[in-house]
């Protein structure tokens, strides 16, 4: 398949979400109209989009929702299971565990780690926190696929190398700074503070 | 002040972090070497981000933390408060007023509104909940600079038209749906479960 732009990512994602309502309320079609207005964007584009994945929508009759929800799940690689490390044991870590979303996507906690003596040894979410003097050990021994850091900031990098050396091939990152990764390595960063900040920036300077 | 590219403001965010800490421990000076590793770039880049502004660094002696810091608030607007309407009276709201940064950068809850009935007339972090029927009414009597959607994706676009209509100059977006605004209106989206999915995309992908 073609390597798809991330912006045609993320409005599969969206719409994705509006067919997910669709079959809840038990609508069997959905117009490229409604993708469209759902994604911000056109009803050539959703076409265009979605037919980077062959043709599924009938003229006249739109979109076989049962069948998009199936495609898009299976493009977006929601099917499968993703072995997560926590590296840090605080509350977004402890949030995100408990968030619906996180584990319907197969996103599955398998190891916690923190530096905190006060920490490593206690249960957390069923699991027990390791110290991350045993990252390399446990990884090795139990690899996973994705890293989420929820360390200090001057940790974040650090620790993100480490696990990138031990073949974690994404990183979800909500520490406040700008990692820096191989190219085949995946970083997605989640940063509230940063996003008041240009929202806050682009009203004082207008 | 010339235009900066949201690039940079991202980074002078990420800048202002690590000053803050250096800040608390008490240092005085801070390298453009020390910034560069936070923003996950390079001196000169640095030193470009901030020549913008004026000099403030001193050659072998870096960058007065203090006076950084209080230069950089005033250009991301910090020193201001903002009048925030929240739109739906649910749990990421309810996070988000007691998310200490939320205050901390002046974002001031004025109004909330929901269309849920059993929301209606009650107490909300101090807020009645007001119907979304009072809009108009209450944000042409109370205006705000920044609205918070927090509703389902299939509300979010009329609401955020009726709140531009009123004057808001800015959206944080948590609603799963890519809202179009004027080019004057400044719109960030929170979403977290597009974020996991682009993870899971790019892991499949690979």
Not at 8 to 32: D, M, N
Not at 85 to 92: E, P, Q, R, T, V
Not at 120 to 147: C, D, F, K, M, Y
Not at 189 to 198: G, K
Request: hydrophobic letters at 45%; charged letters at 25%; glycine letters at 10%.
């Amino acid at each position: 398949m073609r390597k798809i732009a991330e912006s045609t990512v993320r409005r599969l994602s969206l719409y994705l979400r509006l067919l997910e309502e669709f079959e809840e309320q038990g609508a069997e079609t959905v117009s490229s109209e409604a993708l469209a207005s759902r994604g911000g964007t056109t009803s050539a584009q959703v076409r265009k989009d979605l037919s980077f994945f062959g043709s599924f929508g009938k003229r006249g009759l739109g979109y076989s929702v049962g069948e998009l929800v199936r495609r898009l799940r299976e493009i977006l690689g929601l099917g499968r299971t993703y072995r997560v490390a926590m590296i840090g044991a605080g509350k977004i870590g402890s949030a995100l565990v408990q968030y619906r979303g996180f584990r319907q996507r197969g996103f599955e906690v398998v190891s916690i780690f923190d530096v905190d003596p006060a920490k490593i040894g206690r249960s957390w979410n069923g699991l027990t926190v390791q110290s991350v003097v045993s990252l390399e050990g446990e990884l090795r021994a139990h690899p996973v696929e994705i890293a989420v850091i929820v360390t200090p900031a001057d940790a974040a990098q650090a620790l993100t190398g480490r696990c990138v050396a031990l073949g974690v091939k994404a990183i979800l990152n909500f520490a406040p700074v700008q990692l820096t990764v191989p190219d085949e390595v995946v970083v997605k960063t989640v940063n509230l503070a940063l996003e008041l900040e240009t929202l806050s920036y682009a009203l004082t300077n207008r």
